[in-house]
């Protein structure tokens, strides 16, 4: 009879350490995805920029001496990542629709040679726009310039946005993340409520009580901070597989930072919150115990 609830009481009590540590993992997984996201924030918002494209048109009788010209002007300037030459007639086969109706009434290819352009993120602002702008239209071969300025507006506006609603669910949810493993550890040290009131009864100092209780918290909360330390190593493989354009591996000393942090945080989470729960035992009376 007493083997069998002794058996019972060690299945409630690793029950008991699983949940914890499934709590553990779950909220730090949370976490540390949302910390993954703020740190990349930058990439993605640069990945964001650097595709609104930048038309240069150039003047009907530009020669092509002057376009290579213009095109080697762009390579060496500091602002633009990328930059493409497309002739009017590269333009013409692009564009089958809109060149159907106009070979019967022109007698030439009405549109113009062009360069499409990509900005490096950090020029990618209403002012500095402007004055890249201003600064191409100055070249006399230059006959117009098109870009979407809404939408460079609305790309900088909803970067600010999300990052800011970012920052802010990421500390309401590590104050919930506190909450929920401490509520956990709390749970896992009331079935030893008795045991530490015995031990205290029969002469035990606190410190030496609490020891083995918050070294076991620490066990726990490293448990669960390693295994959410793998799921977001998978996280950050199989983004860096899905968006190779982030390089998020490849500049590994951020996401290091992330998952030492979750790792840290697991653990120090866990000692105070065991900490405080073995306190709140041994300060009850043993009447309160019931």
């Not at 949302?34 to 009788?61: A, C, H, Q, W």
């Not at 290819?109 to 490096?120: C, E, F, K, M, T």
């Amino acid at each position: 009879m007493a083997s069998s609830f002794e058996k019972f009481q060690k299945r409630r009590v690793i029950s008991s350490y699983f949940s914890v540590v499934l709590c553990i993992f779950i909220v730090l997984t949370l976490l540390g995805a949302l910390g993954l996201f703020v740190i990349n924030t930058d990439k993605i918002s640069g990945y964001v920029k650097e595709n609104i494209p930048m038309t240069v048109y150039f003047k009907r009788d530009a020669t092509d001496s002057i376009t290579k010209a213009f095109g080697t002007r762009l390579a060496n300037s500091g602002y633009v990542k990328d930059s493409k030459y497309v002739s009017k007639e590269d333009a013409a086969k692009n564009n089958p629709d809109l060149m159907q109706g106009s070979e019967t009434l022109l007698e030439e290819n009405p549109l113009l040679d062009s360069y499409d352009i990509h900005l490096n993120s950090e020029y990618v602002q209403a002012d500095s726009i402007k004055k890249i702008e201003v600064e191409l239209r100055s070249d006399l071969a230059v006959g117009d310039i098109s870009y979407d300025n809404v939408l460079v507006d609305l790309a900088n506006e909803n970067i600010k946005t999300i990052t800011f609603w970012i920052l802010i669910i990421s500390g309401v949810l590590a104050f919930i993340a506190m909450l929920l493993i401490n509520s956990a550890l709390r749970l896992s040290i009331f079935s030893h409520r008795f045991t530490i009131k015995t031990m205290q009864m029969v002469g035990a100092t606190k410190s030496f009580i609490r020891k083995p209780y918050i070294w076991k918290g620490i066990k726990l909360g490293l448990y669960g901070a390693l295994l959410s330390i793998a799921a977001l190593i998978y996280l950050v493989y199989w983004l860096d597989g899905a968006f190779p354009m982030l390089n998020i591996w490849e500049d590994w000393i951020p996401t290091a930072i992330v998952l030492g942090g979750v790792l840290a945080f697991g653990i120090i989470i866990a000692l105070i919150s065991t900490f405080f729960a073995t306190q709140r035992f041994l300060n009850l009376r043993t009447d309160d115990l019931y």
